[in-house]
């Protein structure tokens, strides 16, 4: 009898309630399929698998995912309630609970951001799967729901060190503690130098002075201590305090909560799946990887785009080398560097060895930029000039570029400006990314070519003609934006977030479903169910 009634009674909320208004079209197709039969609700209240997948989307705040998406409250408050005070009260739990594992099957399965708005393509991220989808997978997997959910999310190795830190941080932090022990600095701070926040620093890492009157200067065991952190967070170890190692000095562990949730999100849009070779980049911390067989066959340093000209976040694959390459200047850097060089000096092409055409064709005629009053050029005319610079030792993309065709315009290349892999900060480019040892990246792509070898590249590039030799492998290439990541001893490592990325990305996860609250302890809602 009351099997009948709760069949009538369910039937009836899938096309009424106002619980389950995100996938509600979904739902009803899928209960109808049914013929209205629970799979959360026994007896009088929640079974086996409602009782795990309820405590496992309580648990979601450990996948960076805000519980209160997926109905917590709700399902909590009708727990708490008896049939009298709520008539529908099992049947709009059992809604609930489907509704909410819709929820995090999709927000888990990929982006949950706008892509463009955040200067992405989708089509080279995940997406998010359809509810339909979500709710075909379900029957198959009802009884062991906890084990099925926990395959959805990544499980590479920085996404489960992240997952992990997330959960320490959120169990062991005292958000009830404000930070008021900022560090200060007027400029940089260096080693045997003074500074009031010295003191401040000695509290930090429990070092005392060699005597009272050392107190404010910063000295050799302040210094080692700075350089260990410093490694610790992919900063250059030189114990010199400046505006990169202030910042992670101050980062509270609110920040890094934010900044573990916003890296997660990014980390759920790329396939765990890869094939046997491939290249990364990632721009916050300026390095690139090479990855043969599931092992990094080597890594280097590399130049980015700086904050004005960006290196945008991509997916594509190589198609081959060229050698000796020619550069034609794009139409930004034409604009914005070029034609006020040629209004100072008219002869400045000419003294880099660069030539100027009219127009794009094959058969453009050859100017003489001398002659042209650059002072009257406007961006319509600029648009029609085409500048070349041709091979050699003054060609910013050195001697190698490798063809990797993207909508962007951007690849990675050599460079004729090698003091730049020096620097800490080596967001400096205009976009594209210059490597340090591409020599290394044009052998890796070509090492499965047949009849390739290290004599056959020496050849070409003695000529210093310009070859392109293509391949067939398609090596994909990941261009990433990560401001967390594993050191080399697998420890987390929180960068820098070069472009103000984190920032963005988290103020929409916040509009989207807000992010997950760690500054009190809520009653385990599991409780309630008994």
């Keep these: ?39 959360w609700i026994s007896g009088y209240g929640l079974n086996r698998d409602g009782r795990k997948l309820l405590e496992f989307l309580q648990g979601s705040w450990a996948n960076g995912l805000n519980p209160e998406t997926y109905n917590i409250s709700k399902i909590s408050h009708l727990l708490e309630l008896d049939d009298d005070e709520h008539e529908n009260r099992l049947s709009d739990i059992e809604v609930l609970l489907t509704d909410g594992y819709v929820g995090y099957v999709r927000d888990i399965s990929g982006m949950r951001i706008n892509a463009k708005a955040n200067a992405l393509n989708p089509k080279h991220w995940k997406q998010r799967v ?21 395959t959805l999310e990544p499980q590479t ?24 022990e900022k560090i200060t600095l007027n400029g940089v701070l260096r080693p045997g130098f003074g500074n009031n926040s010295v003191t401040k620093l000695r509290q930090r890492f429990q070092i005392d ?21 410093q490694d610790e967070h992919g900063l250059k170890p030189d114990g010199i305090i400046g505006k990169q190692t202030l910042r992670a000095l101050n980062q509270s562990e609110q920040d ?37 067989h599931g092992k ?37 850097i034409k604009k914005e560097d070029i034609l006020p060089k040629l209004q100072e000096d008219p002869m400045y092409l000419s003294d880099k060895g660069m030539e100027l055409y009219d127009g794009y064709g094959r058969d453009s005629a050859t100017l003489d930029p001398s002659v042209i009053d650059w002072s009257q ?26 063809l990797m065709p993207n909508e962007h315009n951007i690849y990675l290349h050599d460079t004729n400006e090698k003091h730049y892999f020096a620097r800490v900060d080596r967001a400096k480019s ?51 934006y990560y401001t967390i990541w594993l050191g080399d001893k697998m420890q987390i490592v929180y960068g820098y977030d070069v472009y103000d990325d984190d920032k963005n990305i988290l103020q929409d996860l916040q509009k989207l479903d807000g992010i997950p609250k760690f500054d009190h302890t809520d009653e385990n809602i599991i409780s309630a169910v008994d």
């Design 1 to 39: 009898m009351y099997r009948s009634f709760f069949l009538i009674c369910a039937m009836l909320v899938i096309t009424t309630s106002a619980f389950a208004q995100n996938n509600k079209d979904a739902i009803d197709t899928f209960y109808i399929e049914r013929e209205g039969e629970p799979l």
């Design 130 to 150: 359809s509810a339909e989808e979500a709710l075909s997978l379900l029957p198959m997997h009802k009884d062991d729901i906890e084990d099925f959910l926990e």
């Design 157 to 180: 190795n920085t996404y489960q060190s992240l997952k992990k830190e997330l959960v320490n941080l959120a169990e062991n932090t005292d958000f009830s503690r404000i930070n008021s």
């Design 209 to 229: 002075p060699i005597d009272e009157d050392a107190r404010y200067t910063y000295d050799p065991a302040l210094v080692q201590a700075i350089m260990h952190f």
């Design 256 to 292: 890094k909560i934010n900044q573990l949730i916003v890296n997660m999100e990014r980390l759920r849009w790329v396939y765990d799946e890869k094939p046997e070779r491939f290249i990364v980049v990632n721009i916050p911390s300026y390095t690139l990887w090479a990855v043969d």
């Design 296 to 332: 990094v066959a080597f890594e280097m340093p590399v130049v980015v785009g700086r904050k004005k000209r960006k290196t945008l976040s991509f997916i594509t694959k190589v198609h081959g080398v060229r050698f000796n390459p020619t550069w034609t200047v794009p139409k930004t």
């Design 377 to 402: 050029v406007s961006i319509e005319d600029l648009a029609g000039f085409r500048m070349v610079q041709g091979t050699g030792a003054t060609n910013p993309l050195g001697r190698f570029r490798v």
């Design 430 to 480: 205009s976009g594209c990314i210059r490597m340090k040892d591409p020599e290394k990246i044009a052998d890796f792509i070509m090492s499965y070519k047949s009849n390739w070898n290290e004599e056959k590249m020496s050849k070409i590039l003695e000529s210093q003609k310009t070859t392109d030799v293509y391949t067939d492998e398609g090596m994909p290439v990941y261009i990433l």
